[in-house]
Nanobody, 123 residues
Framework: QVQLVESGGGLVQAGVSLRLSCAAS????????MAWFRQAPGKEREFVAS????????YYADSVKGRFTISRNNAENTVDLQMNSLKPEDTAVYYC????????????????WGQGAQVTVSS
């Protein structure tokens, strides 16, 4: 089981940028596919982005493609989500997740989850 802790959430205005970070406490971090999901009030959890264990493959939801960038640092056991041009509809709790499988957009493939970081975008 991987322990994941998100940081960097907050309240921002539409159009600005915000960076989320997720720290993993596991020695074999480089073996894990990492991802970000989000859940808005009253809605189901949805996929945002995922990155392969080498960082060579990334995958984005259409709603964030071109605005968000996922990256990882295997030396520091971290995965980040750079969010640009934020919109009110990006408001959600953002979750970091880890999987030993391939890059995926399916929440069921991810067995380890962080506690979530709130991102609120005002118009």
């Amino acid at each position: 089981q991987v322990q994941l802790v998100e940081s960097g959430g907050g309240l921002v205005q539409a159009g600005v940028s915000l960076r989320l970070s997720c720290a993993a406490s596991v020695r074999t971090f480089s073996r894990y596919t990492m991802a970000w999901f989000r859940q808005a009030p009253g809605k189901e959890r949805e996929f945002v982005a995922s990155i392969s264990w080498t960082g060579g493959r990334t995958y984005y939801a259409d709603s964030v493609k071109g605005r968000f960038t996922i990256s990882r640092n295997n030396a520091e056991n971290t995965v980040d989500l750079q969010m640009n041009s934020l919109k009110p509809e990006d408001t959600a709790v953002y979750y970091c997740a880890a999987s030993l499988g391939p890059v995926s957009d399916y929440a069921g493939d991810f067995r380890s989850w962080g506690q979530g970081a709130q991102v609120t975008v005002s118009s």
